[in-house]
Structures are given as C-alpha cells and as structure tokens.
C-alpha cells in the first residue's frame, strides 16, 4: 500500500519548497490519513483477510472496491464452492445457493487501486497544502491593521472537492447513518 495518496512532487511546487520537507511529507501523510479513515479503505492496492457475518442472502457486500482478485472463501472454516465475483462493485455472489446466516464467512481478497484516483490525489494535496500552512489550533491572527482568519476546513478538511471525493469512494454507506 502506497503511503500517500498523492505524490510529493504534486504538492511541492504549490508550497514552494523541496518535495522531501518534512513538514510537507508529515503534512500529506495526514491528509492521507484522513482521507483513507472517511472511506473507511486504503483506496489503493491492497491484500485483507475479512470476516464477515453470513446473511441467509446470496450476495455479500466486501468492505473494499475495486476487487482485483478473490483468493479464499471460507464458511465457518471450510472451503466454500460456486461463488462468482462482481469486480468493480465488491460483491461476492453464491449463485443458486445462501451465505449460511449466523455463519463466518471468511474472505482473503486483493483490492484498490494501482494508483490513487485523481480526484482523490487532487483532494489530498489540497488539504495537505493547507495543513502544512496553518495551525489548526489559531483561528484568527492580527498585527496591527491586517488580520487572517482560518475558516473550518482547516480543521475539517470538508472542501467540496473534498467532499465529493470521499463521497465518490466511501464504501459501505449503510453502517454510516
């Protein structure tokens, strides 16, 4: 898994500055990191073990999209047959059969993109350039006749490009509400 959803060099002709600064770095690592715990997924490419609960139904929800590859389905620990995946949507189908309710439905997957989507890329750089310039904690400075205020985003990150970003590859919606 990628450590940044955006890459340095994006940010660093914004800031002015060296794309290794710490600061810039320690700044994109955050704005990754929220972004990454909104969608409640890496966003790219990764490897999980799940357990998820069965539900009498014949399609599961996985908790992260895209689905590359599916390499195991257990079912209370055994080896499950006849299941089919929907890739881009993350679901995992028993065809003409149940995912027995009350039962672990274990699932090894690779999922994610090879690299972030740009619309996540440009949301992340764009609240790690204002995370890297403003103290969250200071909400407003004046000296003398000028004065510079920090509006919520500072601390919220809820741009609208933010937002549709994160709304655009949040999972699982249902568990939100």
Do not use: K
Request: charged residues 20%; aromatic residues 6%; contains cysteine.
């Amino acid at each position: 898994m990628e450590p940044y959803l955006a890459a340095p060099a994006d940010l660093a002709p914004l800031l002015g500055i060296g794309a290794d600064d710490p600061r810039l770095l320690a700044a994109l690592a955050a704005a990754t990191r929220r972004f990454r715990g909104q969608v409640r997924h890496p966003v790219t490419r990764a490897t999980s073990t799940i357990d998820l609960d069965g539900s009498g139904g014949d399609v599961l929800q996985l908790p992260a999209a895209p689905v590359v590859a599916v390499g195991q389905v257990l079912v209370d620990g055994d080896p499950a047959t006849g299941w089919r995946v929907r890739y881009a949507a993350g679901l995992l189908q028993r065809p003409g059969g149940c995912w027995p309710e009350w039962s672990r439905i274990t699932v090894t997957y690779t999922h994610g993109h090879e690299t972030a989507p740009d619309d996540v890329a440009e949301a992340v750089v764009d609240l790690a350039r204002v995370l890297y310039r403003a103290d969250p904690a200071i909400q407003q400075i004046t000296t003398g006749s000028e004065s510079l205020s920090y509006n919520s985003s500072v601390v919220t990150g809820a741009t609208s490009q933010w937002t549709a970003a994160v709304e655009h590859h949040r999972l699982n919606l249902g568990d939100s509400a």
